[in-house]
């Protein structure tokens, strides 16, 4: 069973900053993409950012050019900086490896279970 802890979340302004992380705890993520997700209230979970083993990223257009996402295979975490920040922004984001990688699609992953999630609310 993989676990995935998410962190970083928090209540910020618009135009803001957070930097939130993922740790992966129950397998290797050196070969896989990696990806985050978020859920704004009352709304599906969708495909924010997704980034291949080499470093190769992509992002919806929703936060493109807001957002960065990166990773450290060796700490088996991945991180989503989050600039410029919007009230549109506010969701619980949550990290996984994807096997869907069309943001237009519904999210499908490897792994049978989310983590908790971590909740990002903008607002002044």
């Known amino acids: 069973q993989v676990t995935l802890i998410e962190s970083g979340g928090g209540l910020v302004q618009p135009g803001g900053s957070l930097r939130l992380s993922c740790g992966v705890f129950g397998s290797i993520i050196s070969v896989l993409d990696m990806a985050w997700y978020r859920q704004p209230p009352n709304k599906a979970r969708e495909l924010v950012a997704t980034?291949?083993?080499?470093?190769?990223?992509s992002y919806s257009d929703s936060v493109k050019g807001r957002f960065t996402i990166s990773r450290d295979n060796d700490k088996r975490a991945i991180y989503l900086q989050l600039n410029n920040l919007k009230s549109e922004d506010t969701a619980v984001y949550y990290c996984s490896a994807p096997l869907e990688l069309d943001f237009n699609k519904p999210p499908r992953i490897r792994w049978h279970n989310w983590g908790q999630g971590t909740q990002v609310t903008v607002s002044s």
């Open positions: 980034i291949d083993p080499h470093g190769g990223t």
